[in-house]
């Protein structure tokens, strides 16, 4: 997992890898990080995931100090969707830190799913989470590496869902989810996925042919964002 890495620097925009693609969007999203090490993480709140070829990006309503929080499939742990009798089903899991990301240790996480749909994305998620293990074996990403340069408006393939099954056979129901991002909030950088996808696979797409959309200047550091007031008030 890692924070403030999968937008773009006004924090409006989601930015992919160069060649990975978003198989489910879905708005109306509650995500609430439990305790952990790292301060000021811990809270509720609402707004938009992403479930593309490599990992999930959820991306809070605007507002707060917190613009994206990203969970490559390697780096879940006990992933679970729950049924209970009385309430909203869910999904929890455990996060575990990306190395050079800004976070420590594990995170644990619940989602559910306003709109609904959160059996479909479920079982979507579990599927991914067992063809990256059983694609990656005993092998976490790499450290990350935060963009440099700059960043480009996605071509629609990115994120528009597609027929076609990929070499790997991943190509999940999507009924629950009819809408698509706006493209005018879907990005890329130059740099393709550092570890191989669960999905259809799609090569880099040359630069030369997209708009240039913003640069990036060096990422904050992560410096326990907003406090614990602040974050008591908006929950």
């Known amino acids: 997992m890692s924070i403030n890495t999968a937008n773009t620097p006004d924090g409006l925009g989601v930015l ?8 489910i969007f879905a708005r109306g999203v509650e995500m609430t990080l439990g305790t952990s090490q790292n301060q000021n993480l811990e809270g509720r709140r609402q707004g938009t995931i992403y479930l593309t070829s490599h990992r999930i990006i ?3 309503d605007a507002g707060g100090w917190l613009k994206s929080f990203e969970i490559p499939f390697n780096n879940m742990q006990d992933v679970n ?5 009385f309430g909203a089903n869910y999904l929890c899991g455990t996060a575990t830190a990306v190395q050079g990301g800004q976070m420590r240790g594990e ?3 619940r989602m559910t799913f306003n709109r609904g749909g959160c059996i479909e994305f479920g ?3 579990l599927q991914a989470v067992e063809r990256a293990s059983r694609m990656r074996p005993q092998n976490a990403p790499p450290a990350y590496s935060p963009p440099i340069g700059d960043f480009y408006s996605a071509p629609p393939a990115y994120y528009q869902p597609s027929p076609d ?15 698509q991002p706006n493209p005018s909030s879907v ?4 740099a393709p996925p550092p570890y191989p996808g669960i999905g259809p696979e799609r090569g880099p797409h040359p630069t030369e042919e997209l708009h240039v959309a913003g640069q990036f200047e060096a990422p904050p550091a992560y410096s326990g964002g907003e406090t614990a007031e602040g974050l008591r008030r908006r929950n």
């Open 16 to 23: 992919l890898y160069n060649g990975e693609t978003i198989v």
């Open 123 to 125: 079982q979507s998620l």
């Open 107 to 109: 995170v644990p996480w």
């Open 81 to 85: 969707l729950n049924q209970p009798i």
């Open 187 to 190: 990005f890329m950088s130059s």
């Open 58 to 60: 959820f991306m809070p």
């Open 165 to 179: 099954q990929g070499p790997n056979g991943f190509n999940p129901t999507t009924d629950s989810f009819p809408d």
